[in-house]
């Protein structure tokens, strides 16, 4: 009797310790966290998923935390998106029998997180036919949608559930006449050099710089500065190494030897807070703790570090593995010039199907005979042109538009007609566009070669237009 | 016990007020009457927006268009859509009441009716001109009171829009005639 006394009593022990530092490593985080997360994160999260508490905001939260969670990262894009399926749409009692059968006022339900098993492209966890549960009828009110598997519409490349901005029926009728090239083929050039935000003269020569002694750094250094926008726009050492006055102390205290992405927000604000929601920045969001501060404030949160090639799902260069993702990575601290961020620094870490075949392509071509002076300005097409396009957005202090490189490569990316309007159309005709974009190979081959798919939806409207039109030319009394 | 009467006076005083207030409550505006004076303002914003806004600067300055697409288009919402978006930022701030725009020729078939109260709501403002209808309705567990208000082409831009859209299902509308409906629900108190 004592002997099972005690082995309940070691059972309890242990039970408890087991619990203790299952809930710890949750709570706390460290390196147990990684192994405590339960299912294996979608694509789009996983490189925060340490961070639990970005969607678990609080340990006992229930789902309308989480949807605040989504909201508040995913809520400005949709936005942007004009989504054509927002919860506020879902929410009039009429829809009460449909919420029944899709909750579609929470992203969840169609999105649900550390369920690999079930999880489809674009982070959808329901069966690819959701649409049938409020389109049923689809068919019998378009001819041209009879009998087709409610599993195509959002797969076949003629809708999306969010957006839907380059894919509406009057957006295509507008470009059925485009061309697959269009007469003037070039991308979005860069805005007129901003005002500078200062009175500071341009910088021309090394003497001016203002670093001390001790941090001058090495000549190729300064003259990697020196013929910098930043020295033409005025900005001197101490504007980046000395952020909080912007003077240099001569001690050379308060220096700062690397400054991070937080000083280059200061005066890079939107291009800063577009990074850190892409995948390339997003660990530096702010807020994200791989740990909590604990022990009274004796063990401070731990921030995430930086993004590294190595954490990346896609192919990544072995010699790239353990970079640093900051601003710099792409741009170089001094010479901070974009070119070499438009192509190089991309193929630098990437290395699967798509990235490799760049280098040859015809969108390359371009690229090369633009930086020859053969080809019009804009008529190249670089990694950045297609993935980090400039566009026009609204700047949210001033409520102006601006003409903007939005930093998170993820806002045009997923699903892939998000990149008709904010690049493709640039260059191409719609239809091709989205036959291109539908054609899987074609993309693993960086568009070397013609669509070999064919999206009918457009030809669906041209039809429904030329039916329009012959009714509209009947004579009276046929219409 | 001497504990007990120092408290017993306040809570009776407390419990008198809540019962008034409870009494007032329960006298409170009647249902039709609250969904009257929603419409009144719904209509009259959305009268002004149609004549003074939409008609007079699209058909009779011509100035500016009017589209579904206004803002590729760089042009003015149309008037439903401006209803809607009023409604969608409305269900956004309150459940405190719902309201909708529908018709028994919606162009886009989501407007349609849904309900029984919907339909028969949609059929009586258009065969009783002048008259509104009013009725109860559960959805998704929640007792509703339903008013349905005849929703009235009272500018040429209205009937010019409904007769010429590709997806409009009828296309003979005249001034004065009833387009839809608008719907205003409030859930009820059991």
């Known amino acids: ?101 899709l909750a579609a006022t929470q992203c969840v ?90 009175d500071a003269k341009p910088i021309d020569s090394l003497s001016s710089a203002d670093a001390p002694p001790a941090h001058s ?16 726009g005025g900005v001197n050492c101490s504007g980046c190494h000395a952020p909080a006055d912007r003077t240099a102390n001569p001690s050379g205290t308060g220096w700062i030897a690397k400054p991070g992405h937080a000083v280059c927000a200061t005066c890079h604000q939107q291009e800063v807070a577009t990074f850190t929601q892409g995948r390339h920045g997003m660990r530096l969001a702010a807020g994200l703790f791989s740990s909590t501060g604990s022990l009274f404030g004796a063990k401070d949160a731990q921030p995430l570090t930086p993004m590294r090639p190595a954490l990346a799902r896609l192919p990544m260069k072995a010699d790239a593995h353990a970079t640093d993702l900051t601003c710099t990575t792409c741009h170089t601290a001094h010479r901070f010039e974009t070119r070499r961020a438009e192509v ?103 568009f070397t070669g013609l669509p070999s798919v064919r999206v009918e939806s457009i030809d669906w409207v041209k039809r429904r237009l030329a039916e329009r039109e012959a009714q509209s030319n009947a004579p009276a009394g046929k219409k | 016990m001497r504990f007990a009467r120092q408290v017993r006076l306040p809570v009776l005083a407390i419990a008198a007020v809540a019962s008034a207030g409870m009494t007032a409550w329960a006298k409170g505006i009647d249902y039709k009457d609250v969904a009257d004076m929603l419409h009144a303002v719904m209509d009259s914003d959305r009268t002004v927006y149609t004549r003074k806004v939409v008609n007079r600067l699209t058909i009779k300055e011509k100035v500016i268009k009017a589209s579904e697409h206004h803002e590729d288009e760089k042009a003015l919402p149309l008037p439903a859509q401006m209803f809607r978006f009023g409604a969608e930022m409305v269900a956004e701030k309150t459940d405190k009441f719902k309201y ?83 719907v205003i629900r409030l859930p009820m108190k059991e």
Request: hydrophobic share 35%.
């Open chain 1, 109 to 198: 339900t169609c999105h649900t997180e550390h369920r690999p098993r079930i999880t489809l492209a674009m982070g959808l966890t329901l069966p690819g036919d959701y649409c049938s549960l409020c389109h049923q009828d689809i068919g019998k009110e378009r001819a041209s949608h009879k009998d087709l598997a409610f599993s195509t519409c959002t797969q076949a490349g003629c809708h999306n559930y969010h957006d839907n901005r380059a894919l509406y029926e009057d957006f295509l009728e507008k470009h059925v006449a485009d061309l697959d090239l269009l007469a003037k083929p070039v991308v979005k050039l860069r805005a007129a050099p901003p005002e500078r935000a200062s």
């Open chain 2, 100 to 182: 909708s725009l529908l018709s028994l020729w919606p162009i886009n078939k989501q407007n349609g009716p849904r309900t029984e109260v919907e339909k028969k709501g949609l059929e009586f403002v258009l065969n009783n001109p002048g008259k509104n209808f009013y009725g109860e309705e559960t959805l998704g567990g929640i007792k509703y009171f339903t008013a349905v208000y005849a929703d009235v082409a009272v500018a040429q831009a209205c009937i010019s829009c409904h007769n010429q859209h590709k997806d409009s299902p009828r296309r003979d509308f005249k001034m004065k005639d009833v387009l839809g409906g608008v």
């Open chain 1, 344 to 446: 190089e620094a991309c193929l630098g870490c990437h290395d699967d199907g798509h990235s490799r075949a760049y280098l040859g392509s015809p969108h390359h071509k371009l690229a090369v005979a633009e930086q020859a002076g053969h080809g019009p300005k804009g008529s190249g097409v670089t990694c950045a042109a297609c993935h980090m396009p400039r566009d026009t957005h609204e700047d949210p202090e001033s409520g102006e538009d601006r003409l903007l490189v939005v930093h998170n490569q993820n806002a045009n990316l997923r699903p892939t007609e998000k990149m008709i309007r904010s690049v493709c159309l640039d260059c191409h005709g719609l239809g091709f566009v989205i036959d291109a974009l539908a054609d899987k190979p074609l993309i693993a081959r960086n």
């Open chain 1, 217 to 232: 750094g090495d000549p190729r250094l300064q003259n990697d500065w020196l013929a910098s926008a930043h020295a033409r």
């Open chain 1, 1 to 101: 009797m004592a002997r099972t006394g005690t082995l309940w009593l070691i059972w309890l022990l242990a039970t408890f310790a087991g619990a203790a530092v299952f809930v710890g490593g949750m709570i706390y985080g460290g390196s147990s966290r990684a192994s405590l997360v339960i299912g294996r994160t979608t694509d789009g999260h996983h490189q925060i998923e340490l961070a639990c508490s970005a969607c678990h905001t609080s340990p006992f939260a229930g789902r309308e935390a989480i949807q605040k969670a989504c909201v508040g990262c995913h809520g400005k894009d949709l936005a942007e998106a004009k989504d054509t399926h927002p919860a506020k749409k879902f929410t009039d009692p009429r829809n009460a029998d449909r919420l029944q059968k």
